[in-house]
């Protein structure tokens, strides 16, 4: 291992967020790999989704709460000196941020930062802009899309190039068994899971728009099951305004919403696709483990997605800002033999263990905090 014993996971709080997910799925590979472990967060989240899940791995949680900007920089920076990691990977800007401050002063460890959104605000907001050229003081600069790297070499085209790697999400291939015995349409309603919080950019408007368009007749033939929270921020009433419009086009029977589950993939197993429509992403954690799961995909087109999401062959796809585009992937989806929805998961499961793999990401990481 060339000495790297100790890692240190950096992100805001422990909620259920994507980005969340691959941080822990990369800190439970490392640990069972032998590694030394440990999250170093800054705020309680509101469902603390991964601290069972972390205790049981024997993963301890650093948990920094302070609400002052500098003092929770400086009582960070603290906590990692005391850690003492061989490397430290840090997920989301704010994270990335104060370990990069911790890594201005001579230190040992190596950094490894993630890109985890393709927003194209990153382009124009100074805010962002400044966290992405505060990327100079890390070893590697990780994005988990190609549309996500292209972002941030246009804001920093002064990074080097060396440091600048993709790498896609993290799946474990025993956590993502087939259910073989499951039917494609088997009843009355054909259904796509999605899991994702509640959000603007995830854009449930136009999905209920493109749904009020469909022919009565095919509305009946449709279920959508929504798992995550509304708790983003207390400005986004997405979510409200959302379940009011449903109400007022009587749309009720198409639409079914949850909390966050951390048995999402059994629900998955028992849909009939794999759903996402938001207006940007990095690289979305539900479409690759829909893909993985052997679920056809309905999904946007976004991020790296139309590299290997391709229409009637593994996908049906649409725009974000065009809910005609929308109904249209959901007609195609709603009226294909379920002998294709079955062929086309096939293909999806195949690209999957080759795009995905657990021990390929972990692999990927670890050459760049062990160079």
């Known amino acids: 291992m060339n000495g790297t014993r100790k890692i240190l996971c950096m992100i805001d709080m422990l909620g259920s967020g994507g980005a969340q997910r691959q941080l822990v799925e990369l800190a439970l590979g490392y640990k069972e790999r032998g590694f030394d472990v440990a999250f170093l967060i800054y705020f309680k989240a509101f469902d603390s989704y991964y601290d069972e899940t972390l205790e049981k791995a024997g993963i301890p949680i650093l948990d920094i709460n302070e609400p002052n900007y500098l003092m929770r920089i400086i009582r960070m920076s603290r906590m990692i000196r005391k850690f003492r990691p061989d490397a430290i990977i840090s997920f989301l800007e704010v994270p990335n941020f104060i370990a990069e401050m911790a890594s201005v002063l001579p230190h040992s460890w190596k950094l490894i930062v993630g890109e985890r959104s393709a927003d194209p605000e990153k382009l124009t907001n100074k805010r962002t802009r400044f966290f992405i050229h505060c990327h100079r003081f890390a070893n590697a600069v990780v994005a988990n899309s190609h549309a996500n790297l292209d972002i941030v070499r246009q804001v920093a085209p002064e990074l080097k190039r060396a440091k600048q790697h993709v790498i896609y999400n993290s799946l474990d291939p025993q956590k993502f068994s087939v259910d073989n015995s499951f039917v494609f349409c ?118 790296d997605l139309p590299i290997f999401l391709k229409e009637d062959i593994n996908a049906f796809l649409c725009d974000s800002h065009d809910p005609k585009t929308i109904m249209h992937a959901l007609q195609q989806f709603i009226t294909a033999d379920p002998g294709q929805l079955q062929q086309m998961g096939q293909q999806n499961r195949q690209l999957a263990q080759q795009l995905f793999d657990k021990n390929t990401v972990l692999n990927q990481y670890q050459q760049l905090f062990e160079k």
Request: glycine residues 6%; hydrophobic residues 40%; proline residues 5%.
């Open 186 to 303: 088997a009843h009355p309603r054909r259904s796509i899971v999605i899991a994702s919080s509640h959000r603007y950019l995830k854009n449930l408007d136009g999905l209920i728009e493109a749904v009020r368009l469909l022919p009565k007749a095919q509305q009946d033939q449709l279920i959508i099951h929504w798992y995550g929270h509304n708790k983003f921020n207390d400005t986004d009433h997405s979510f409200d305004e959302a379940k009011q419009k449903i109400a007022d086009y009587g749309l009720q029977a198409n639409f079914a919403f949850y909390p966050p589950t951390l048995d999402i993939y059994d629900k998955m197993r028992a849909s009939d696709a794999v759903g996402l429509f938001s207006h940007f992403e990095g690289l979305p954690n539900a479409i690759c483990e829909g893909m993985f799961l052997a679920k056809p995909i309905v999904c946007t087109r976004i991020s």
